[in-house]
């Protein structure tokens, strides 16, 4: 089975991406390709694709990894049905109770008068 994913490029702390075919039973550093179809750099957001290429893999069982397969249906290739699709994460605290914003609220106990908690000791 062909995959379609991103192999990454670039120097350290700077990447920029290949957008592969490749067999899934491989890695995507192991040199291997079918055909490279794009490629795409996330700092400047500068994707390039050949998308006749991709329609053709895709037509003919390609699957799409979940990041490329969103990068795609972003830039208008219209994906088969039986694409996976990546779920909609959502953000969650682990402890929600421990935050300050569900803490109670603290209210300012009223002290009494200096003069009325202090008993004169000379009477």
């Known amino acids: 089975m062909l995959a379609i994913r991103m192999q990454r490029n670039g120097r350290s702390h700077y990447p920029t991406y290949r957008i592969v075919v490749q067999e899934a039973q491989r890695h995507p550093l192991s040199g291997r390709v079918v055909a490279e179809v794009g490629n795409y750099n996330p700092a400047t957001h500068a994707l390039v694709l050949d998308k006749e290429a991709v329609e053709k893999y895709l037509k003919n069982g390609a699957q799409p990894s979940s990041r490329v397969a969103f990068i795609l ?19 969650k605290a682990k402890h929600a109770d421990k935050l300050r914003k569900n803490q109670p609220k603290e209210t300012p106990v009223e002290e009494a008068p200096a003069e009325a908690a202090v008993e004169n000791p000379t009477e």
């Open 73 to 91: 249906a972003k830039n208008g290739i219209k994906l088969p049905d039986w694409v996976k699709k990546a779920p909609v994460k959502s953000a």
